[in-house]
């Protein structure tokens, strides 16, 4: 697992679309930069997540660019567990403890390093999810389930049904090795 103490670097390569993400996991946090296809136009993603020593998202900066131009999404917590997009506060955000970029599979790594799970246990837990390339935010329940020592269940759910399922296989320092379907990390 990424430790407090040094880095740790991934670089994704996207299997649905063509796409590639260098990552760089941090003491207090995850920044990246990728060059994707999203939507038929390439798109420049750099993002910034900073958390604490638990692993709960304290601030998340997404720039966009494309051929239209800069967009920029910034999202912090404050010390109540309150979420604001800007200045404005996300309701429905507070007490959450997860950030979801929806771009990248580095942002796995925060619940599964936080939740601790054993081989064959499962939480569900809301994330703050960011969709791409709208930047639009919500909520996203969502399920790990511990399959292996290194291998994980991700689902997300909507009205309490599954609605998406991928196996994460993870590195020893508990990054994204391989995100079936999505992601796979170049060694």
Not at 105 to 132: C, M, Q, Y
Request: aromatic share 10%.
């Amino acid at each position: 697992m990424p430790s407090s103490t040094r880095s740790h670097i991934c670089v994704w390569r996207r299997r649905d679309t063509p796409g590639l993400e260098w990552c760089r996991f941090e003491s207090t946090g995850i920044r990246g930069s990728l060059l994707v296809d999203l939507e038929g136009s390439r798109r420049f993603v750099t993002y910034a997540v900073r958390r604490d020593g638990k692993w709960h998202t304290r601030r998340a900066t997404v720039d966009q660019e494309d051929w239209s131009g800069r967009r920029r999404l910034v999202l912090r917590v404050d010390r109540r567990g309150r979420w604001f997009s800007g200045r404005r506060e996300l309701e429905w955000a507070e007490g959450l403890l997860d950030v979801d970029l929806g771009v990248t599979p580095s942002t796995n790594t925060l619940p599964i390093r936080r939740l601790h799970l054993r081989v064959g246990d499962s939480a569900e837990l809301t994330a703050v999810w960011v969709k791409f390339p709208s930047l639009e935010v919500r909520p996203l329940a969502q399920r790990y389930t511990r399959l292996g020592p290194s291998t994980y269940r991700y689902q997300s759910l909507v009205d309490g049904k599954v609605a998406f399922t991928a196996q994460l296989t993870m590195d020893g320092d508990g990054a994204v090795r391989r995100y079936a379907g999505l992601f796979q990390r170049l060694d």
